[in-house]
């Protein structure tokens, strides 16, 4: 079978680049190029390209999968996105990345590259545990082995906070201006945090070099939404059958998407409104309804999913009984929410509730389950705070973090980087009853209001207890 190239004669239907992708030369340098990247930020950039022309190439760069890069290379770069909801499918090839290059084949290229005068921005899509986020400070976490890498080698890093410090650096020697950092992981105030980061790693190795990034650099917080689950065999065969060609880098998506943007660039940024990007002033209020409804409610279902043994988000959705349970989440979750500029938060969460019902989109509970520790403190924790410092109960976050720990405590697999510690906790808690609060006492875990709330902790025993 044919595979999907520049040479490919696409049917006329099916949607494809409109621009000279032959002129196309790079502009954005983007790390972590999994499915999320691919069905978001690179179409808002080929939708840009094809309304305003520009060097806004995307050079990908994954940081661990070499068979990624190798087949984006097979490829021309060229790949399917499918987008799928009840009223049927619609594929399109995305031309935008120009270069893909595999971190750990070829950091020397990556380097290169984020000194490259021509890249204006640097995206990131890495997920929440790569950034080496210290739970406690906030900080960088000197423990996390990638981190503790780059700290020693800063000129031959492995990490992302160590590739943007030392690509910094590079063009500080020589003299360049900065480029932009644009974090599009699901991280309050992302930003914020990944400028914290790097200025960390920079002064471990010279202040001068942390000065200049904290007077030079822009690190705009964005919120991206678009529900793209992991490609699965079938992902595959359904893109052959509409493109006609093999497409081993294909990826289905909702139709639904959505990214804002802070407007604080160091210098060029595409237009990426012309996919429909929204760049406003502050992204706070557009992040904390996405990341309190949306992804807490994610949460929610994928370990209602897990406990029911319901493998994909839709098939928890087709039970009744826990629609009931989301929306009583989502209602508590909106409670705890200023009002969002241009939002009508009713419709927006009956929105969440069709989009996790989407019949045709197959996103595995287990997936969403992963990484509760590092995910749950702004899906559930921090929302709970709020939610008591409002005079509430917070019993519904009470409730979904019960379902966490049921969830802990029955799986046969826990896929978290804090896996052992919190199976630990859990353990110990059986064991000593209700007394105990080691697992609340987890450091970085939840917030101290929340250690030190005696019936919100109760609730959550009480909780749990009935669940089992
Ligand atoms: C999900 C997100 O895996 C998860 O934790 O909640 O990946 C979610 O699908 C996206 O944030 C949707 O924009």
Not at 158 to 186: I, K, Q
Request: aromatic share 6%.
């Amino acid at each position: 079978m044919e595979r999907l190239s520049a040479r490919t004669q696409l049917h006329d239907l099916i949607e494809s680049p409109s621009y000279d992708r032959q002129a196309l030369k790079p502009g954005i340098v983007h790390i972590g190029l999994g499915a999320f990247h691919r069905a978001h930020q690179a179409i808002y950039t080929d939708a840009a390209l094809a309304h305003a022309f520009g060097s806004w190439g995307i050079v990908g760069v994954s940081l661990r999968s070499m068979e990624i890069a190798q087949d984006m290379r097979a490829q021309n770069c060229l790949y399917s996105v499918v987008a799928r909801d009840r009223s049927g499918d619609s594929v399109r090839v995305v031309g935008s990345i120009v270069e893909a290059l595999a971190a750990n084949e070829d950091g020397k290229t990556v380097l290169a590259r984020l000194a490259d005068p021509a890249i204006h921005i640097v995206t990131l899509t890495v997920s929440e545990k790569a950034y080496g986020i210290d739970p406690v400070n906030g900080g960088l976490d000197h423990a996390h082995p990638a981190i503790a890498h780059d700290l020693k080698s800063p000129i031959s890093p492995v990490s992302v906070v160590g590739y943007l410090t030392e690509g910094l650096a590079r063009r500080r020697a020589a003299g360049l201006p900065p480029f932009t950092v644009l974090c599009c992981d699901n991280l309050p105030s992302n930003g914020r945090i990944v400028r914290r980061l790097v200025i960390e790693m920079a002064a471990a190795r010279d202040p001068a070099l942390a000065e200049w990034i904290s007077e030079t650099v822009s690190f705009p917080c964005s919120m991206v939404d678009r529900i793209v689950p992991a490609a699965t065999a079938e992902t595959r065969v359904r893109a052959e059958k509409l493109l006609g060609v093999e497409d081993r880098l294909s990826i289905e998506a909702e139709t639904f998407s959505q990214w804002v943007i802070e407007d604080d660039f160091v210098g060029e940024r595409p237009a990426w409104e012309a996919g429909g990007a929204l760049f406003v002033e502050n992204v706070e209020p557009y992040e904390k309804m996405k990341l309190r409804l949306l992804n807490g409610s994610h949460s929610l279902i994928a370990y209602l999913g897990q406990l029911q043994k319901l493998e994909f988000v839709r098939d928890v959705m087709a039970v009744p009984e826990n629609v009931a349970l989301v929306r009583r989440h989502m209602q508590a979750a909106v409670r705890t929410l200023d009002p969002v500029p241009g939002i009508d938060l009713a419709h927006y969460m009956d929105q969440l509730v069709e989009r996790f019902a989407n019949p045709a989109i197959a996103h595995r509970t287990q997936q969403i389950a992963m990484d509760g520790s590092q995910k749950l403190p702004q899906r559930l924790f921090q929302p709970a705070v709020d939610a008591l410092s409002g005079g509430e109960d917070a019993a519904e976050f009470a409730f979904a973090t019960a379902v966490w720990i049921a969830y802990l405590k029955q799986a046969e697999t826990v896929d978290d980087p804090r896996a052992k510690e919190l199976l630990k906790a859990v353990a110990e808690e059986m064991a000593a009853g209700d007394e105990t609060v080691s697992f609340f006492a987890m450091p970085g875990l939840f917030p101290s209001e929340l250690q030190a709330n005696r019936a919100w902790r109760e609730q959550v025993k009480s909780l749990l207890k009935s669940l089992q």
